[in-house]
């Protein structure tokens, strides 16, 4: 997960992932300068369970709905 960095990003991730019925099992982030984009960028890796049946696409487009900057990837384990 990738984007500008704000105060909350972390909460609004979250309560994202807990509205599609997944959990956040791992979540490592951090912030970094980005002199070319003009603002921090923040970058998570997280380990996340989704519900039987649902898709990784389902998770992607809701993370991504937040924000227009947000890049998020999913692979599977």
Known sequence: ITGNDRPGIVQELAAVIRHKGANITHLNSRQQSAPNWGVPIFSAFATVTLPIG????????????????????????
Do not use: F, G, W
């Open 54 to 77: 649902m898709h990784k696409d389902n998770v992607i487009e809701a993370l991504e709905s937040i924000t227009s900057d947000l890049i998020v990837d999913i692979e599977p384990e």
